[in-house]
Every structure is written in structure tokens, then in C-alpha cells.
């Protein structure tokens, strides 16, 4: 009679496994079984350091899988040293062993005692399945009740202390080199007409520096992180549960994400609030009234375009597009006319800018263009472009930031996997067992706090690299543009217009008052070197004589 044969598959979750779990303990016992039963071992197949919550990423598994299907070996049996080995995902231990029994194949637990070629086994086999799923589900639930009891009694849940506060003996206190900040953050935003990304400016603008936390490595402020500071009642002496949720990715058996929560419970800390609650609310009001963007329904294709780049001759912030919409006396709608205007009245210092002239945009507009006009029709100027043209960006910095984010994430989220598999296989009989369990369990909840604000750090750099590429032309694109410059201008749409002088130019300066002979541009500064009339350099100076015809170039180093 022909012997059977049979493959031996381990795992370990962990590279050091120990209790016997060990891949070589595993191997060992595994063989000597199947010297017992007079099995021939055709293959053996071992995954060290993953997980059984899935077959995904276990690639020896899923080749041992592929070569029963192929009939490679023909072999009559799977031999594992517990299920656990085999997988700890119900649907997929019952879907992996049935894909075995239809080429004849079954699975002996050896430790469990269970051959499913037998009724019994196999039902065993859906059991113990099932259970151990429902254990680990339980788990979860407990650590979460247990992190919601400790919000009830205003306690910090683990994880990283936000900013503005440090952890001192697991408890929260206001860090004075932090708290600073998000005072100003708060009376900025609620005292005056500032928004997030202009009180982001105005902290940049003012010198304030952001401490690095964590994997962070920018030292400057971003709307993202006011909008986050201005919606956490953590500072305000609250303790938010809630605010995110882990929920399974649709259309994948094992994936999850975290998703953020219009309700949640806030409760009273024990911690000493940084700002007042009544500060709080006022901001959450005005976050609800400016949070959401109103989308035009008069000219819809107008675009103001220097916007930002055109800038106040009085505390030079950004000039913005506004509109002044005559009507008939019956009410009926007549004409729009576009104006730049400055709407930053507390800039610097909590002085006022006082500057409340409006520009009109057709004026301004047509100047900056006919500038452009006569610098690229330069016979050199082509040449000269073609050598020097850099976009200057921070996006390689940033995409390092996203690159290290991401792998930070990674390393929790299998460091969460671990610690969930050495929970599962706690020894209820252990007499230490209670005190493993509250540990592994504090872990598990600072690891989600730290995965869950490594998502946020990683959703502002995302939000910085969009905003780059939204805002800047290739260069291709702009080589392009320049040297046809003089004939396809006037046939971009609005939308056009805007993104190339946005990307060709860095900042526009004006007189607070037009010149006698009307002249009101007083210098452009180009995101790269340019050359006209001999001279080379970034920013152009037109002359108050003639405004095209004689300029001054200030020479600067490219960048």
C-alpha cells in the first residue's frame, strides 16, 4: 500500500516566537508526527512574522495553496501544529480548506487533535474558527469600553500629548512653550476677521516656530493644523471620545481605515483647560459659518487673476478679488465690476492696515500682461529661459514627509497586528495573566491614538502636496506658453490666465498711489530668473519715465 504524503506548514506571528510556538518547534513536532503516521513529507512551507488575521502577505501559504492546486505533489494532507497556525480568520480557514478538499487534500491539527477528512474534524474546524474570531472582536470591544471609561472620568486615553500640552505621569499638562501658540491661534481666529490659512500666515509671518512632534519635520504653521487645534475641545479643558472611528474599508475583507465623526461625547478633563470654553464656542460658531465654501452664481467663469500675488502696498499681504454688482432701480441685474482689495486688517502687531483703496482688475491686469509682452518677444530671452527656468517648490520636502509618515504608519499598524496576536494567545491560567493583559491592552490603546494622529500629520502633508500641484504649471507647460505667449494669451480662458501668471509670477508690488503719469505697477518678481535688455534677474523695476520701454533688473542668484 502506497504511503501518504502530506505538506508541513508553520507560522509565527513574531521573528522570536516562544512557548513552543517557534517555527522550529513547530517543524519538529510537525515531523515527527508524520514519521509516526508513515506520512512521506513532500513540501514544507513557513511564514515568519505575519499574522493569521488574513491570508494576505502570507506568501508561502498561498504558494502551498497554488501548488495543491496544480496538483504539483499530489499530496493527501496539510499538517499544521494548531488551527491558529493555519489562520485565525473564520471566512478564511473555511474558504482555504475548502479550496484543499476540492483536489482531495485535508488538514490535520496535530495539537488540537482534529483531522478534517472526518465529520467530526471539519466541524470542529468551524467552530474553533469562529470562536477565535469572536474572541479577538471582544477583545476590541473591551479595549475600547475601557478607553471610553477613562474619557468618562476625564482622563487623557494615551497616545501623544496634542499640542500645547506634555504627559507627565500619563496625565496632561499645558506645556508653556506650546500653550502660547494656540492662544494666539484662538484670539486671532475669533477677535478678528482672520481665517485659518491667514492665522497660519500670521504665526509664520510673526516668527512663531512649530515645535516638532513626532516623525514631524516642518517648523511652520498650516491651516490644517489651526482647523485642528480650533475644532478639539481638548483645549478647553474637555476630553473628546469618539471624534474617530476605525471602519472596515468596503469591499475588502481585512482592510481598515479611520474615519472622522460628526458626533461624539465630550466630557469634563481633569486637565487645566488653555484657553476658556466660552473662547471655545465662539470658535466653533465661526468655524460652522466659515467652513464651508460658497460657490459663485454670478460670472462664473471670471477668475481674479493676481489674487494673492498682487500685493498691499500697506502691510503687504495678499490682494483679493471683489466684486461691486450694479443694479437697475427695478432690482434687475446690470453689470459687475472686479476690483483687488485688502481684507487683512490686522496683520501685524494688531495694527490695522488702513490701506482701503480698490483697484480695478482690468487696469491692473492689463499692465503686469503687456510687462510679459515685451519680455518674452527679447531675441535672447528665449535662449535665456530655456537654460535658467526652475519652479521653486518645497515638494520634495514634503514628499519626504509623506514617504516617512507613511512608513511610520505601516510600523504601528503591524505593531498593532502583533500585539493583538500575543493578546489572543495569552494563558487565561497564567497567574501574571491579569497584569499582561492590562499592559498589552494600555499599548494597544496608545497605539491606536498614535495611528490615529499619524493619519492627520499625514492628511495635511497630502493637503500641502495637492495644493502644490494645483498651484504651479510644469515646466514643460510654461516653456511652451512663453514662447507662444504673444498669440495664445488672449485665447485662454479665464482659468488659464490665471494658473500661468500664478506659476510664472511670485509677487506683484504697486504704489499706494498711481504715479502722475498713471503708472501704479512698482516692481513684479518672477519665480525665475529672466533676462531683457542685457540684464539678467528675478525682479523687474519698471521706470517711472516710460513703464515698458526703460526698466531696471535687479540681478539675483537663481533659485
Known amino acids: 500500500m502506497k504511503n501518504k504524503s502530506c505538506y508541513i506548514y508553520t507560522r509565527v506571528s513574531t521573528s522570536m516566537q516562544v512557548d513552543g510556538f517557534s517555527l522550529e518547534a513547530q517543524k519538529e513536532k510537525l515531523r515527527k508526527y508524520a514519521e509516526f503516521q508513515e506520512f512521506i513529507i513532500a513540501g514544507e512551507y513557513s511564514d515568519e512574522g505575519k499574522s493569521g488575521k488574513s491570508i494576505e502577505g502570507r506568501l508561502e501559504f498561498q504558494q502551498m495553496l497554488s501548488d495543491i492546486s496544480s496538483g504539483k505533489d499530489s499530496v493527501d494532507y496539510v499538517l499544521v501544529f494548531k488551527l491558529s497556525r493555519f489562520g485565525r480568520n473564520a471566512a478564511d480557514v473555511l474558504n482555504s480548506l475548502q479550496q484543499m478538499q476540492d483536489y482531495g487534500v485535508n488538514l490535520i491539527c496535530v495539537e488540537d487533535g482534529i483531522d478534517s477528512s472526518k465529520d467530526s474534524g471539519e ?154 470654553e466660552k473662547d471655545w464656542l465662539l470658535a466653533q460658531d465661526k468655524r460652522k459659518k466659515t467652513g464651508i465654501k460658497n460657490e459663485k452664481i454670478y460670472s462664473v467663469e471670471h477668475q481674479h487673476l493676481l489674487s494673492g500675488i498682487l500685493r498691499c502696498p500697506e502691510c503687504g499681504a495678499g490682494l483679493y478679488g471683489s466684486v461691486n454688482r450694479k443694479r437697475k432701480k427695478d432690482g434687475s441685474f446690470y453689470r459687475d465690476y472686479w476690483y483687488y482689495a485688502c481684507k487683512h486688517r490686522m496683520e501685524y502687531d494688531g495694527h490695522k492696515c488702513t490701506y482701503r483703496k480698490q483697484i480695478q482688475q482690468d487696469i491692473i491686469n492689463d499692465a503686469v500682461v503687456e510687462v510679459i509682452r515685451h519680455i518674452v518677444k527679447n531675441s535672447r530671452f528665449d535662449k535665456s529661459i530655456k537654460e535658467k527656468l526652475e519652479v521653486s517648490t518645497d515638494l520634495e520636502i514634503y514628499k519626504t514627509e509623506e514617504n516617512s509618515i507613511n512608513t511610520h504608519i505601516k510600523q504601528l499598524n503591524a505593531a498593532k497586528k502583533r500585539l493583538g496576536i500575543q493578546i489572543d494567545q495569552l494563558d487565561y491560567s497564567d497567574k501574571h495573566y491579569e497584569e499582561k493583559y492590562s499592559d498589552m491592552q494600555n499599548r494597544m490603546n496608545s497605539l491606536y491614538d498614535e495611528i490615529a494622529e499619524a493619519q492627520e500629520s499625514l492628511e495635511t502633508v497630502q493637503m500641502q502636496i495637492q495644493g502644490i500641484h494645483e498651484q504651479q504649471i510644469s515646466q514643460e507647460r510654461i516653456f511652451e506658453f512663453l514662447e507662444l505667449f504673444d498669440i495664445i494669451y488672449d485665447k485662454f480662458t479665464e482659468i488659464e490666465k490665471k494658473e500661468f501668471l500664478q506659476s510664472f509670477i511670485k509677487r506683484i508690488e504697486i504704489y499706494p498711489q498711481p504715479l502722475e503719469n498713471g503708472q501704479i505697477l512698482k516692481s513684479i518678481q518672477f519665480r525665475f530668473p529672466i533676462y531683457y535688455r542685457g540684464n539678467e534677474g528675478n525682479t523687474f523695476f519698471p521706470n517711472s519715465e516710460n513703464t515698458v520701454e526703460t526698466v531696471v533688473l535687479l540681478t539675483r542668484k537663481p533659485f
Open 123 to 276: 466541524l470542529m474546524i468551524s467552530v474553533l474558527s469562529a470562536v477565535a474570531e469572536i474572541e479577538r472582536e471582544n477583545i476590541l470591544v473591551q479595549t475600547m469600553e475601557g478607553r471610553k471609561q477613562k474619557a468618562r472620568e476625564g482622563k487623557w486615553n494615551g497616545g501623544f500629548a496634542p499640542y500645547g500640552y506634555k504627559l507627565v505621569d500619563g496625565e496632561l499638562k499645558v506645556a508653556e512653550d506650546e500653550a502660547e501658540v494656540i492662544r494666539v491661534i484662538y484670539d486671532k481666529f475669533i477677535h478678528t476677521t482672520m481665517g485659518a490659512n491667514t492665522v497660519a500666515k500670521y504665526l509664520n509671518q510673526q516668527g512663531f516656530v512649530k515645535k516638532k512632534r513626532q516623525n514631524g519635520t516642518l517648523d511652520t504653521f498650516t491651516a490644517h493644523f489651526v482647523k485642528l487645534v480650533l475644532d478639539n475641545p481638548i483645549y478647553c479643558g474637555k476630553i473628546a471620545y469618539g471624534r474617530r472611528k476605525t471602519e472596515k474599508m468596503k469591499g475588502s475583507r481585512s482592510q481598515s481605515h479611520v474615519v472622522k465623526q460628526d458626533d461624539y461625547m465630550v466630557y469634563d478633563g481633569i486637565h487645566q483647560g488653555i484657553i476658556d
